[in-house]
């Protein structure tokens, strides 16, 4: 089947970056309801990609065509929400006020509410429901799960899924991209591969990548050793001035160079568990804690035990920073006991990054009590080799940290946090704007960690990697411990985080609200809405496959495209939007079937 006309492309693309090409003939392709990502190293370029691709920025050289009367939306890392009311920000960009409005709604936010004192949270939030309800041809995201919990992040897929749209977003997030993704864009030495295929199998097919180029520079070295001896050794080279061999021995020289240079340095990090703890770390006892009439946390017990790696999960707002506080001895609880365990050398990488000083320097960030060297894990390091394991360059070390990256910054936060002994380290959120590379070392170092973890994380793939138990806040009070991750806790509390009933404590993300926690009343059985819905699903699981064929035997048709553009187009549509819907059946009748089974229906 011949490939849709794409709607925006790029053609030998070159833009320069001081004295380094960043990008040095990239071609790309984005199609009609593409579900892509642009992913690649930090520092590789590829917000500047999509910028680039946004028409924020232009290139040095190198086309870019679009399709006549394209429209696109672009979120950018950091938003910046403007107006008086998230409404006004909303239809700032011609979206129709019921539109707007539906699509805050979708992310639990109020239209009315002041665009001031917004979090991180709702100023992502905002952005992404301005961007779906314009109803552009093109979305394109910079980190949009960023700073989202996991309720949010669980919304912004099942937009993704069903807009018309073509989406092209960069992330980190390996669960978000294996769930939205069928094409993947690899910024890897200045140029952009494709892969025509989900994120799932990204991982295997740019090892396979690496491994051919890593042979291909192999036998560039022997061709070049051969050449070298030919060149210098034999009778006809030494009697002849062989001009033209000589410049064939410089290209390949320049090319090894060159290839040598687009080769990934890799982050170079340690972990020390320090003394050893007692084997009890913290227990509470019927712990809970009110601010006001809110309650955070309804009475809890638990026991964190040396060794244990423990992840704290739940919406923005439920209580996890509140419920860590008090397992660190920092917040006292209105009620219930708090026994820490003896000899704890604590490390805390805070999200809010309150550390960092916009005017400090790198260098200063590292050596907080001056000098030129820094006590690595008990040995002293000078600061420039330390922050090289980081990936950072020596010219950075005086420059403010105003100017690094966010993920710049985050590896900044690690270099500091890992120096230092620690037999129980608490990450809040540490996954933002790394790459993925970083985290998978990152995981490494964390899974053979031999102290105590506690992890606060949005982050569903590194949550089921990493923690040995789950604790989920709802953020109405409730609090439930499940052994194993992120896919353990969803499997064994359905509906733990579903919107309380009419009448009920709080809205799904805020919780909250006034009035007295009333306990809720054990269900009997599936609610009528949910019942209505697993009949629904299973019909639509039994008809949709039937549906998807149709539409795909039509779409074979090569003839098709030429023949009749906007029948192609209706026909893809459909044929996506029936994808989503059976996706979509299918988890929620496997949902709502470990729903019946927990109920014992």
Not at 530 to 543: G, I, S, T, V
């Amino acid at each position: 089947m011949s490939r849709p006309a794409p709607i925006l492309a790029l053609k030998d693309v070159r833009l320069q970056d001081g004295p380094l090409p960043l990008f040095d003939g990239v071609d790309l392709a984005i199609e009609p309801r593409d579900r892509a990502c642009l992913v690649g190293r930090n520092g590789a370029g590829k917000s500047t990609l999509l910028k680039l691709i946004a028409g924020v920025i232009e290139p040095d050289s190198g086309e870019r065509t679009l399709q006549s009367g394209l429209t696109f939306a672009y979120v950018p890392q950091e938003p910046v929400i403007t107006g008086a009311t998230l409404r006004d920000h909303a239809t700032s960009g011609g979206a129709p006020a019921w539109e707007a409005d539906a699509r805050l709604g979708d992310f639990g936010l109020d239209p009315d509410k002041s665009t001031q004192g917004l979090s991180g949270g709702e100023i992502r939030r905002v952005a992404l429901a301005k961007a779906f309800a314009e109803a552009p041809d093109l979305i394109l995201l910079d980190e949009p799960t960023n700073h989202l919990d996991i309720l949010a992040i669980d919304t912004l897929e099942t937009m993704i899924q069903v807009s018309p749209a073509a989406v092209l977003t960069v992330s980190h997030d390996r669960a978000f991209l294996n769930r939205i993704t069928r094409r993947c864009f690899w910024l890897e030495g200045r140029r952009v591969r494709t892969l025509d295929q989900g994120f799932a199998v990204f991982d295997a097919w740019s090892r396979k990548v690496m491994e051919e180029e890593a042979e291909s520079l192999r036998r560039l070295t022997k061709k070049i050793e051969a050449e070298t001896y030919t060149f210098y050794r034999s009778i006809t080279a030494q009697r002849t001035r062989n001009e033209g061999r000589a410049r064939q021995l410089e290209q390949l020289r320049s090319e090894r160079a060159r290839r040598m240079a687009d080769l990934p340095r890799e982050l170079v990090a340690g972990l020390d568990a320090g003394q050893t703890s007692g084997r009890l770390v913290a227990e509470l006892k019927g712990v809970s804690k009110r601010f006001g009439e809110r309650t955070v946390l309804k009475p809890f017990s638990t026991r964190v035990m040396r060794g244990d790696h423990l992840a704290i999960v739940g919406p923005n707002g439920a209580g996890k920073t509140t419920l860590l506080k008090i397992l660190l001895g920092e917040l006292e609880p209105d009620a219930g006991t708090v026994r820490l365990g003896a000899n704890l050398q604590v490390v805390y990488l805070d999200q809010a990054r309150d550390d960092l000083k916009s005017d400090m320097t790198l260098w200063d960030a590292l050596t907080p009590g001056g000098g030129d060297s820094i006590l690595v894990r008990g040995e002293s390091r000078h600061v420039a080799g330390y922050a090289k394991d980081f990936l950072f360059r020596e010219a950075q070390l005086r420059q403010p940290v105003s100017t690094l990256s966010g993920g710049e910054r985050n590896r900044l936060l690690l270099a500091r946090a890992l120096a230092r002994p620690a037999n129980l380290l608490v990450l809040d959120e540490p996954t933002n704007d790394l790459d993925m590379e970083t985290l998978d070392l990152l995981e490494g170092l964390l899974a053979d960690y031999d102290g105590t973890l506690i992890l606060v994380s949005h982050d569903r793939d590194f949550v089921d990697r990493l923690a040995t138990s789950t604790i989920a806040l709802n953020g109405r009070g409730d609090v439930v411990e499940t052994p194993g991750g992120w896919s353990d806790f969803v499997r064994q509390n359905p509906g733990f985080f579903a919107p309380p009933p009419l009448g009920g404590e709080g809205d799904r993300l805020k919780g909250g609200g006034g009035g007295k926690p009333q306990a809720p009343a054990p269900a009997k059985k599936l609610s009528y809405k949910d019942a209505r819905r697993l009949e629904e699903a299973e019909a639509e699981m039994a008809a949709l496959p039937a549906d998807i064929a149709g539409l795909e035997e039509r779409l074979s048709d090569p003839a098709l495209y030429a023949r009749d553009p906007a029948a192609f187009q209706r026909l893809t549509a459909e044929l996506d939007a029936a994808r989503a819907r059976l996706a979509r059946a299918e988890e929620d009748w496997l949902e709502l079937e470990e729903k019946k089974a927990a109920l014992g229906v």
